[in-house]
């Protein structure tokens, strides 16, 4: 039977080659002074953190031992997996890859079967080049499947660009779509795809082109996407998606025959209720929904039949809102005793005593902490409807039940000074979050302070900018300085190591004591390489954390 659609999930390309090609911007650019935070230099290569560790267990191994490599990204790609299940859920046959750098083999074993389409998932793409070596592989395997592109990758082209947009007549014809600007079509050219999807959610305009190719139809009338005809694209009129979550869970038994490993993500909620200045998300992902408690544990009930899931991750952009399902989940999930450990996004600032007594008996491990800032006026001017010291207090509760806390924080907001700066520094100083991370702020387009470029005086975009109290390279300096200076609590790096990593070691037995120790010496080496120390004190430093690391798993 021909497999209708084929799904890849994530392509994390060989980080040598990223790291060359964000180099070329200048290692005095911003974006790679941001990326320096995520490796290691070894004799010259840039090693991630996952490759350090990977390279320290091997050697504490010894030469010849077997030892089975982690990888970043390691766990059930929740997109591909998730548009698999839908269109199940449809009546068409659907696969997914979980790993397009690992399983390539698999990958061109189901091309070779003849798909009638490939769709590609875009959720951590923020450049096309991942993308891009996907296209090429699967038009090298079989050049006549179709090739359609969604996700953020593709809605952020579409906004950036949207304005460009240019109306055409398709084909002659007073009926047709519009076509697009120059500068969103180079974009789309060198993807390379077949057919674009422009929505936020794009699950049901899947089904609709599976839909129409089974049947051998064209897809000119489909609302939502870019296609291609005579050598010109043409961008269809909208409709917006509103997918039940009550509809569309995961059977996560039924899924896969193969192991899925000891890690599974899920969510129960789409978009966020806030409504955060610097981010889009809720703008993409329209008004928040909600899955039933009864949906919610069906698909709990799916992952314990697997047997071997040992950890569950919520990826709602809230979990803990509105406080009371909240509580009911972790009600349901004490009820059901399912022993899951788990972890998810949180706000300190809409919980109480019981929720945190809860969140404990339940099984959460780690939560990860959007507090952007420790000075209160930041907070204010990001929209973040809290205090610093409603984080504080919500760090000591959940450290006092052994809850690991990550806080994610932005530097150079606008608005930002040396003495916010400050006030940030403190806060991690006093709370002392188990891990933390300081970004810079990225100036994104459609996010609300965006939409103020002139109140703020805000120059530039993406890495680059400037505004009335701070430019880029200033707040790049002052992250610099951030890690150096606070010892309170251990950087996590973004680059393949984000805070998810944390559940997916546990699975494969690394305990969170070593985790910490391995952490504490790894972030010893970068210091040597942000401080700039002199060659020959680096390496021997280095060597001494390096032993320090190998030790840990003898």
Not at 75 to 102: D, M, T, W
Not at 119 to 139: G, H, K, L, M, S
Not at 144 to 163: E, S
Not at 339 to 359: I, K, P, T, V
Request: some cysteine; glycine content about 8%; proline content about 4%.
């Amino acid at each position: 039977m021909t497999l209708d659609c084929l799904i890849i999930g994530y392509n994390d390309p060989p980080f040598e080659s990223y790291e060359r090609l964000i180099r070329s911007y200048g290692k005095d650019s911003e974006a790679y002074r941001d990326l320096q935070f995520s490796f290691v230099d070894m004799d010259g290569s840039p090693r991630t953190y996952v490759d350090l560790l990977n390279y320290v267990r091997r050697e504490a191994a010894g030469a010849g031992a077997p030892v089975k490599p982690l990888y970043s990204g390691d766990i059930p790609n929740l997109a591909a997996a998730y548009l698999a299940s839908f269109l199940r859920k449809y009546g068409f046959s659907a696969e997914y890859i979980n790993l397009f750098q690992v399983e390539k083999e698999k990958l061109a074993h189901y091309l070779a079967q003849g798909p009638r389409c490939v769709a590609i998932t875009t959720t951590f793409y923020v450049i096309n080049a991942p993308a891009i070596e996907i296209v090429d592989f699967v038009r090298h395997h079989n050049p006549a499947t179709k090739i359609i592109v969604g996700g953020p990758l593709i809605g952020n082209h579409a906004r950036r660009f949207g304005a460009e947009r240019q109306i055409r007549i398709n084909a002659g014809s007073e009926s047709g779509g519009s076509g697009i600007g120059q500068a969103f079509k180079t974009a789309l050219a060198e993807i390379g795809a077949d057919i674009y999807v422009v929505e936020g959610q794009g699950e049901a305009t899947l089904v609709r082109i599976v839909d129409r190719l089974r049947r051998g139809a064209d897809v000119r009338d489909i609302p939502n996407i870019v296609y291609m005809e005579d050598g010109e694209y043409f961008r269809n009129p909208s409709e917006p998606e509103e997918n039940d979550l009550d509809a569309t869970d995961i059977d996560w038994f039924a899924l896969s025959s193969e192991p899925l490993g000891h890690t599974i993500q899920m969510r129960t909620a789409r978009s966020c209720a806030f409504s955060c200045s610097f981010c889009n998300y809720p703008a993409r992902a329209g008004k928040l929904r909600l899955a039933g408690l009864e949906t919610i544990k069906r698909e709990l009930d799916s992952i314990r039949r697997r047997g071997d899931v040992r950890n569950v991750v919520f990826i709602d952009d809230t979990f803990n809102v509105p406080l009371e399902r909240f509580k009911e989940i972790c009600r349901l999930m004490i009820r059901e005793r399912y022993g899951f450990n788990w972890y998810s996004y949180f706000r300190c600032s809409n919980s109480d005593q019981e929720a945190f007594d809860l969140m404990a008996e339940s099984g959460c491990k780690g939560v990860f902490l959007g507090i952007e800032s420790g000075a209160p006026s930041i907070l204010k001017l990001m929209n973040k409807a809290a205090k610093p010291e409603q984080y504080e207090k919500g760090i000591r509760e959940l450290k006092h039940r052994d809850i690991l806390t990550f806080a994610s924080f932005i530097v150079g907001f606008p608005g930002e000074t040396e003495d916010t700066v400050k006030e940030t520094v403190e806060f991690i100083t006093r709370a002392k979050p188990d891990f933390y991370r300081a970004q810079l702020w990225y100036c994104e387009a459609g996010t609300p302070v965006e939409l103020k470029r002139a109140a703020f005086g805000i120059e530039g975009d993406g890495f680059i900018w400037r505004h009335h109290t701070m430019d880029s390279l200033t707040a790049s300096d002052h992250i610099e300085r951030m890690f150096l200076i606070i010892r309170e609590s251990a950087w996590l790096p973004q680059w393949s190591f984000d805070f998810w990593i944390i559940p997916y070691l546990c699975g494969q037995g690394i305990g969170r004591e070593v985790f910490r120790r391995f952490m504490r010496e790894a972030n010893k080496l970068l210091a040597l390489q942000i401080a700039s120390v002199d060659p020959i004190q680096k390496r021997l430093a280095g060597e001494k954390h390096l032993g320090q690391m190998i030790r840990l798993f003898r």
